[in-house]
């Protein structure tokens, strides 16, 4: 409601109306080319988001648990984490090439750092009442590890992973933007030449729509997990 009054007072140019959009977002599907870039930026995101949890999860339960791991790595992962994904588009480009490798590595920074710190976090709220009590009765430190740190950490790790989904959604955007012929990134800075306003905001409106959509799913999945594990989220 509110946009629609505010766009009937502006130049379409600045402001289209939601008919408008919709128009558009119509306009690229016909010839699939809002699927095509939905699709490319879809599997860049999950590949990427992916590949940073994999990588962060096992990292982070290693530095939480172990106080030397911690102390060494500790201040080198809150120097990086400080540096915006988009800072690092260039190098990767240098680095990986334009190919898919720059675009999957910057989402890749993008997750790991979130879920790295949030899985830290987790293992240090573990009580120790309950590694005592494993401990004692005869667990290995694998067993504690995989029985009760991890199981206690689960809320922590799932918050991470959702937080870095909302990350690797820019920097999917950035790194379509310099370096990419197709997607939503792609889309949004390549409507600017034709001054394609409302197919802009198709890609914003398709961005924000894929993004509830997987936090959703990842909501639910955490949830069958916690439940499954008898877990009570903090």
């Known amino acids: 409601m509110v946009w629609s009054i505010a766009a009937a007072f502006s130049d379409p140019q600045f402001l289209p109306s939601p008919l408008v959009v919709w128009q558009g977002a119509i306009d690229l599907s016909k010839d699939g080319s809002l ?22 999860i096992p990292i982070g339960l290693l530095i939480g648990r172990f106080s030397t791991l911690r102390v060494v790595l500790d201040p080198i992962i809150n120097f990086i984490r400080f540096i915006p994904p988009l800072a690092f588009i260039t190098l990767f480009m240098l680095w990986f090439g334009i190919g898919e490798q720059s675009k ?30 494993a401990r ?14 991890i199981t206690a950490s689960l809320p922590y790790i799932f918050t991470g992973a959702k937080l870095a989904m909302g990350s690797s959604f820019m920097a999917i955007v950035g790194a379509e933007m310099v370096a990419a012929n197709e997607g ?21 409106v398709t961005l924000g729509l894929m993004g509830f959509l997987m936090d959703r799913i990842l909501t639910q999945f955490g949830k069958i997990v916690l439940k499954r594990y008898n877990v009570v989220k903090k």
């Open 35 to 56: 699927f095509k870039y939905m699709g490319a930026s879809f599997v860049r995101g999950i590949i990427g988001w992916t590949l940073g949890n994999v990588v962060a």
């Open 104 to 133: 999957i590595f910057l989402i890749m920074y993008a997750t790991f750092f979130i879920v790295i710190i949030n899985t830290i976090t987790g293992v240090l709220f573990v009580e120790e009442d309950k590694i005592r009590s």
């Open 136 to 149: 004692s009765m005869g667990a290995s430190e694998v067993q504690i590890m995989f029985h009760v740190i």
């Open 184 to 204: 939503i990134g792609y889309m949004i800075w390549n409507s600017r030449l034709y001054f394609k306003t409302d197919w802009i905001f198709v890609g914003l």
